[in-house]
T-cell receptor, first 116, second 113 residues
Framework: SQTIHQWPATLVQPVGSPLSLECTVE??????LYWYRQAAGRGLQLLFY??????ISSEVPQNLSASRPQDRQFILSSKKLLLSDSGFYLC???????????????FGPGTRLLVL | GNSVTQMEGPVTLSEEAFLTINCTYT??????LFWYVQYPGEGLQLLLK?????DKGSNKGFEATYRKETTSFHLEKGSVQVSDSAVYFC????????????FGIGTKLQVIP
């Protein structure tokens, strides 16, 4: 069966410090991968998605970046954190089963980031 | 573009009460529709889904029917429990190479004994 891991679970970082959040998926090959942010009291915002190694698309302009160095690894980074980067970061994966066929997204446990 | 509208809540119910959380959507084409649940401090879990008009998704006593004529996917449960307290997200997935999912804002449900 497929599983998705995220770490760390919780992170407290000072403003201006770098960030690296990691997400890995097991039990599937060539998944689509996604990074979402959930700010306090708000819905989910798609930040990045990837359909393959080295292929990253950004949905919103920001000081965050994403990378996919391996098929089942997705990393969210920042060189300098802002206060507004605080939130709950969720990684998700899905599998494409054919043209026009929508597949379910499955989410990891999330990383809670607090920038002080 | 696509959008999902749901009540923000919070919704407070007594145990064994009937639950309805409304969800309406705007989309081109024929999206799949989902309900996700987020328990406190956790990630999102898929609760149920429906992939075409008139389909009914169901799980753990929850149900939702894909109504294309009213562009709705309301979540219902006949008798809620304290353990159902969580945030519920309605979402739609459109066709495309990366299956972009559009989420509603989430509805917080609190069930009191």
């Amino acid at each position: 069966s497929q599983t998705i891991h995220q770490w760390p679970a919780t992170l407290v970082q000072p403003v201006g410090s770098p960030l690296s959040l990691e997400c890995t998926v097991e039990g599937t090959s060539n998944p689509n991968l996604y990074w979402y942010r959930q700010a306090a009291g708000r819905g989910l915002q798609l930040l990045f998605y990837s359909v393959g190694i080295g292929q990253i698309s950004s949905e919103v302009p920001q000081n965050l970046s994403a990378s996919r160095p391996q098929d089942r690894q997705f990393i969210l980074s920042s060189k300098k954190l802002l206060l507004s980067d605080s939130g709950f970061y969720l990684c998700a994966w899905s599998v494409v089963v054919g043209a026009g066929v929508q597949e379910t997204q499955y989410f990891g446990p999330g990383t809670r980031l607090l920038v002080l | 573009g696509n959008s999902v509208t749901q009540m923000e809540g919070p919704v407070t119910l007594s145990e064994e009460a009937f639950l309805t959380i409304n969800c309406t959507y705007t989309a081109t084409g024929y999206p799949s529709l989902f309900w996700y649940v987020q328990y406190p401090g956790e990630g999102l879990q898929l609760l149920l889904k429906a992939t075409k008009a008139d389909d009914k998704g169901s799980n753990k006593g929850f149900e939702a029917t894909y109504r294309k004529e009213t562009t709705s996917f309301h979540l219902e449960k006949g008798s809620v429990q304290v353990s159902d307290s969580a945030v519920y997200f309605c979402a739609l997935s459109d066709s495309g190479g990366y299956q972009k999912v559009t989420f509603g804002i989430g509805t917080k449900l609190q069930v009191i004994p």
